[in-house]
Nanobody, 126 residues
Framework: QLQLVESGGGLVQPGGSLLLSCVVS???????IGWFRQAPGKGREGVSC????????YYADSVKGRFTISRDNAKKMVYLQMNSLKPEDTAVYYC????????????????????WGQGTQVTVSS
């Protein structure tokens, strides 16, 4: 079974940066892996993901140009570099993986992801 463990969250001032990391362990193959976030009182939102069959990347409109997703297959790590952070980026950030294959996937739809980490808190505040 695949396991995901996030780290790197914290408190940062508006305009600051954070690097989130996700350690991927286990032997289950996956078709997509990405970052999602959930703010208090809101649903889980797709932030960014990588489709593993072609390494294509996807971003939510709210983070385009500010966040960058990457992965290091040798180290079994997935990263989310977050720059120019805003107070509205405050949320618990989760690493998620999709082990089921979808014929017509929706890359940032959290319902299509079935493996989750425990989350890491990101707070953007002055």
């Amino acid at each position: 079974q695949l396991q995901l463990v996030e780290s790197g969250g914290g408190l940062v001032q508006p305009g600051g940066s954070l690097l989130l990391s996700c350690v991927v362990s286990g032997f289950t193959s996956y078709y997509a892996i990405g970052w999602f976030r959930q703010a208090p009182g809101k649903g889980r939102e797709g932030v960014s993901c990588i489709m593993t069959y072609d390494e294509s990347t996807y971003y939510a409109d709210s983070v385009k140009g500010r966040f960058t997703i990457s992965r290091d297959n040798a180290k079994k790590m997935v990263y989310l570099q977050m720059n120019s952070l805003k107070p509205e980026d405050t949320a618990v950030y989760y690493c998620g993986a999709q082990s089921r294959k979808y014929r017509d996937p929706s890359p940032l739809n959290s319902d299509e992801y079935n493996i989750w980490g425990q989350g890491t808190q990101v707070t953007v505040s002055s």
